[in-house]
C-alpha cells in the first residue's frame, strides 16, 4: 500500500475528528517510523534531539492516533492498525480495485461527522493555538521547548514583522502550561504613553500587570522605596511577591520589546534588568524559577554595555521564511493543488515571507482570482496587498528621511549602506533584507510597488 495515500488518509481523519491538521513533526514521525526508523534516528536525520521525540511528541502523536481512530495505536502496531482503517472505509464500495485517495476523504466526510471542518479564515496576524495552519519551522520549535525548561532560561525570538514571533512566543507559553509554570504575557505595545515618562512608571506599570496576570492583587507599596530605587524594588517585588510565594516556575513573555527601543534611558536600565534576573538564576536558587521570552523586530540600537545586554545571553531565535516545502505543505491545508513551478513564481514575488504566502493561498482558495492574476496586480493598488502596502507607504512617507533611503534601496542594483537606525527601521518593517553591512529589497512585491509610488 502506498504510503503517501496512508499519510493523506491520517491526514484527513485527524482533521475530520479534531479540526486540526497534522503537524510537521507528526509527519516526521509517522514517515520514518513507517521506514522503520527508530527515534534517534528520525531525529538525527531533521535536526532534532532524540529526547525531544521519546518523551514529547512521539508520545502524543500515539495519543493523537488513539483518539483519532478509537483504539490504541503505538509505534509498534500503527501500519496494520492504519491499513486495516483505510480498508474499512470501503467495505460499502463496490470496487475490484483498491480504493483511490480522493474515495478515502469523500468516505470519511460521510461517515465520521464528529467535529465539522473549519473553514480558513481570512489572515490577519497571530495564529490561535488551534489553528491547522500554524506551519513549524523545525528545529525552531524543539528548540525553544527544550530550551524553556531550563532552570533560568532566556529565549530571544527575532524576526520582523508579521513572521510568527507572537505565535510562536504563545506557543511557548501554552507548553510551559503542561508543566504547571505560571505564565505571564505581557505586550508593550498595551502600555500607553504615559507609562514611559519614567523607569519608576513603567517598572511600577510591568510588576501591577505581572500581578494581574496571575489573578493577585499588586501591592507595589509593600516592596517600593525610593531609597533604594526602582530597579531594586522592581527585582524584589518579582523574587518576593511572584517567586517566593507561589513557590512555582514563572515563564514571563515578553512581547514587542522593540517599543522601549523608542525611550533610550528607560530601555538602557530595563534591558540591564532582565539581564540581571537571568544572570541571578546561576546563584540564586529562587530565579531559578523564572524563565524569560522576549520578542523583537530588530537589533538594539541604543548603546548597552556588552555586560548588561539581554541580547548576547540565552537562545537566540531568528524566525525563517518559508521554505518551498512549507509552502507546499501550506497548500494542501488550503486544499489547493499548485505546482513547484506555481509555488516558484509566487516565492519570486513575495518570497517565503509567512503573512504574504498566507494571504496568496487564502485568496487562491476563495477562488477570487487566479494566481496569475494574483501575480501580476500583486504590487498595484488593485492588487490583494493593496491594504498592507498602503498602510507601510503611508509610514514611510511621514517619514523623509526613511523615504529616501528606501528608494536608494529600490533603485540601487546591488545592495546599499545605511545609517544604522535607518537600516533597523526598515529591517523591522520587513522591507528589506540585511545582507552583511548592506540591505537590498526583501522582495519583488515591496521593489515594485515602492518604486512607482515613492516620489
Known amino acids: 500500500m502506498d504510503f503517501e495515500d496512508i499519510l493523506r488518509f491520517v491526514d484527513e481523519s485527524v482533521y475530520a475528528k479534531t479540526g486540526k491538521r497534522l503537524k510537521d513533526v507528526d509527519i516526521l514521525i509517522i514517515r520514518g517510523s513507517w521506514q522503520g526508523q527508530n527515534y534517534q534516528e528520525i531525529a538525527e536525520a531533521h535536526g532534532y534531539t532524540d529526547k525531544y521525540f521519546k518523551q514529547d511528541v512521539g508520545p502524543r502523536f500515539w495519543r493523537l492516533l488513539s483518539e483519532t481512530f478509537g483504539e490504541r495505536v503505538s509505534k509498534t502496531n500503527f501500519r496494520a492498525t492504519l491499513e486495516r482503517h483505510y480498508q474499512s472505509c470501503f ?173 533610550p534611558d528607560i530601555a538602557e536600565d530595563f534591558l540591564s534588568l532582565l539581564r540581571e534576573w537571568h544572570e541571578e538564576a546561576k546563584i540564586n536558587e529562587i530565579w531559578e524559577r523564572l524563565r524569560l521570552i522576549v520578542t523583537h523586530s530588530t537589533e538594539v540600537y541604543i548603546p548597552l554595555n556588552i555586560h548588561q545586554s539581554p541580547f548576547n545571553v540565552g537562545l537566540p531565535i531568528k524566525l525563517s521564511e518559508f521554505n518551498q516545502q512549507q509552502i507546499q505543505h501550506l497548500a ?75 528608494k536608494q534601496v529600490i533603485t540601487a542594483s546591488s545592495p546599499v549602506q545605511l545609517e544604522p537606525v535607518l537600516m533597523y527601521q526598515l529591517d523591522s518593517m520587513g522591507l528589506v533584507q540585511l545582507d552583511g553591512n548592506q540591505v537590498k529589497p526583501s522582495c519583488e512585491l515591496y521593489r515594485q510597488y515602492f518604486t512607482a509610488t515613492l516620489p
Open 91 to 263: 467495505s460499502n464500495l463496490k470496487e475490484a480495485t483498491e480504493p483511490s485517495f480522493r474515495q478515502v476523504v469523500e468516505l470519511r466526510k460521510q461517515t465520521d461527522l464528529s467535529v465539522s471542518p473549519k473553514s480558513p479564515e481570512f489572515p490577519e496576524g497571530i495564529l490561535a493555538l488551534d489553528s491547522p495552519f500554524y506551519i513549524e519551522r523545525p528545529p525552531t520549535e524543539s528548540e525553544c521547548y527544550q530550551e524553556i525548561l531550563r532552570t533560568g532560561s532566556l529565549i530571544r525570538i527575532k524576526g520582523t514583522k508579521r513572521m510568527g514571533k507572537t505565535s510562536l512566543l504563545n506557543r511557548i507559553l501554552a507548553y510551559t502550561q503542561q508543566y504547571e509554570y505560571q505564565v505571564i504575557r505581557i505586550n508593550l505595545r498595551q502600555a500607553e504613553k504615559s507609562v514611559f515618562i519614567s523607569l519608576d512608571k513603567f517598572l511600577r506599570w510591568f510588576c501591577a500587570n505581572a500581578s494581574r496576570q496571575l489573578n493577585q492583587k499588586p501591592s507595589l507599596e509593600n516592596y517600593w522605596d525610593e531609597e533604594v530605587g526602582s530597579k531594586v524594588s522592581c527585582t524584589s517585588y518579582i523574587q518576593m511577591h511572584l517567586l517566593e510565594q507561589a513557590n512555582r516556575n514563572l515563564v514571563i513573555g515578553l512581547d514587542e520589546i522593540d517599543v522601549v527601543f523608542n525611550y
Open 332 to 406: 494542501s491545508l488550503y486544499r489547493l493543488s499548485l505546482s513547484d513551478e506555481d509555488i516558484n513564481q509566487l516565492i519570486a514575488m513575495v518570497g517565503g515571507h509567512p503573512y504574504l504566502i498566507q494571504q496568496a493561498l487564502y485568496y487562491l482558495w476563495r477562488e477570487k482570482i487566479s494566481l496569475e492574476q494574483l501575480l501580476q496586480t500583486s504590487p498595484t493598488e488593485g492588487g490583494i496587498y493593496s491594504d498592507h502596502l498602503r498602510s507601510y507607504l503611508g509610514y514611510i512617507q511621514k517619514r523623509p528621511e526613511l523615504a529616501q533611503s528606501f
